[in-house]
């Protein structure tokens, strides 16, 4: 009895006690007191969320006094260890970030690599996909390859803008590929070296081929030039149609600019469009500029292109196919003009020539060039087994009275006037012809760089013309 009534004073106090305190004072296994409600006179204490802590905090009457803790208690975190939890959470975003972007990386390496492949297996095959070793040398290989991507980025770009940045990446990529082999190509070069005891021996030392070491830097600052001058028409007064689809009086979206119809001889040339007023003369003086730059661009990349053509080997079925009298293959017209003025001028043939198209200009190099080649060899019947630089010390000690070396020489200033008066020309049949059987990789490099770039160079020289011709008709017509 003197228990039970310590108990209910103990009870009537607040505090309950536990079940194994009941169970040991009152030695029962089958009655289990239940828990008091707490007075509203009384604060209470309950455990933290952690079951290690020996911390307790205060909770007012309005808390449920039960073995599990409220949400509202859950939630209630340190602040150190809500900070720890936001960080937690921005660095595994930060790393999902970083893990994406390898893959992509490695995406991207792994395409590069393919096409490394390719142009690996394209080079070793010769471009025979077969593999029975019927495909063309490495020089004609890589020219080709070097044309190819030429006319895969720029063929479709007929208009002066920016370059799409995916086939600028793609040009520079696959040019630094194909003219990495230029960086494994050397030449020897004797050399004298002193021992330690004072002795002189002569050493071999390699060193840059000298054809590639001056020209090759060249040619990429020709082509860093050419896409900057592209990529300057961002901001323009002038756009394009399609040609069919516009006249001469039509507008655009109900703007102030209109069309000038276009030249029929360039029917496949978008239709340059200028304002109703003409251009500005801030615009008008930036495309004069970018225009001379692009002339003397073209006139960089022609002399190059001439020169590694000039110095590759003549193959012997052009000599072969050589007509047998300079005189029947250009002509009477032509041979006595060269033949029995005092003083040759070539402009003026041209001009009493009167060509009236680039197909009948290039016959007419073909022709005079074979002319030339065959006077070249009745002046020194050795050439067909020697280069032309071997020819032309061996023709320096012929006298210069000689008719055909006269001849020769006239000749090849009518082709050179012939070529400067149409800068667009396509490559004569010579020119071909050491192409397709050059087999100096080096040679080859530059040749088709060289060429490429003259092209793209002459195309904007022609774009820019054509916005300007535009603009000017369309003042006259005011």
């Known amino acids: 009895m003197d228990n039970i009534s310590n108990s209910d004073e103990i009870s009537d106090l607040g505090y309950q006690p536990s079940t194994s305190t009941v169970d040991q004072k009152d030695q029962s296994t089958t009655e289990t007191p239940g828990y008091s409600t707490l007075s509203s006179d009384f604060f209470a204490h309950c455990r933290t969320y952690s079951e290690t802590s020996t911390l307790t905090y205060p909770v007012d009457d309005s808390s449920s006094y039960c073995s599990e803790a409220s949400p509202s208690q859950s939630l209630a975190m340190k602040p150190d260890d809500q900070n720890q939890a936001v960080l937690s959470r921005q660095g595994t975003k930060q790393h999902k970030k970083i893990v994406e972007d390898r893959l992509d990386d490695l995406e991207s390496l792994d395409s590069e690599l393919e096409m490394m492949k390719e142009r690996f297996s394209k080079l070793l095959l010769g471009e025979d996909m077969s593999g029975g070793g019927k495909g063309v040398c490495t020089a004609v290989t890589i020219s080709n390859a070097i044309t190819n991507l030429y006319a895969t980025v720029f063929g479709q770009n007929l208009r002066l803008e920016p370059m799409n940045l995916e086939k600028k990446a793609m ?220 020819v032309k010390e061996l023709m320096s000690d012929i006298e210069e009275g000689n008719k055909n070396y006269i001849l020769a020489e006239r000749a090849e200033s009518l082709l050179f006037y012939l070529k400067q008066r149409y800068p667009g020309l396509a490559q004569t049949s010579l020119d071909i012809c050491k192409i397709q059987y050059n087999k100096d990789v080096g040679q080859a490099i530059l040749e088709s760089y060289s060429r490429v770039l003259e092209g793209l160079a002459f195309n904007i020289v022609a774009w820019i013309e054509d916005v300007l011709y535009e603009d000017q008709m369309l003042r006259n017509q005011e």
């Open 171 to 390: 040009w520079k990529r696959e040019m630094n590929c194909l003219l990495s082999v230029c960086d494994y190509m050397v030449e020897f070069i004797p050399k004298s070296q002193k021992l330690h005891n004072g002795t002189s021996v002569e050493i071999i030392e390699s060193r840059p081929r000298s054809d590639i070491y001056i020209n090759l830097p060249a040619l990429r600052k020709l082509d860093a030039m050419l896409i900057e001058i592209l990529d300057s028409f961002k901001d323009r007064e002038f756009w394009y149609a399609e040609h069919g689809s516009t006249s001469s009086n039509s507008t655009r979206s109900g703007s102030f600019r209109r069309v000038v119809q276009q030249k029929e001889e360039k029917w496949w040339v978008p239709v340059p469009c200028v304002p109703a007023a003409g251009l500005s003369e801030k615009s008008r003086k930036h495309l004069q500029h970018k225009r001379d730059c692009a002339k003397q661009i073209h006139k960089a990349a022609m002399a190059i292109n001439s020169s590694i053509l000039s110095e590759m080997a003549i193959p012997d079925t052009f000599i072969a196919s050589l007509p047998k009298s300079g005189k029947a293959s250009l002509g009477d017209t032509i041979y006595c003009d060269m033949y029995t003025a005092d003083k040759f001028c070539p402009e003026n043939l041209l001009d009493r020539l009167n060509i009236s198209s680039e197909h009948e200009a290039l016959g007419l190099a073909d022709r005079v060039e074979a002319s030339m080649y065959t006077w070249r060899r009745k002046a020194c019947m050795n050439y067909s087994k020697l280069s032309w630089k071997v």
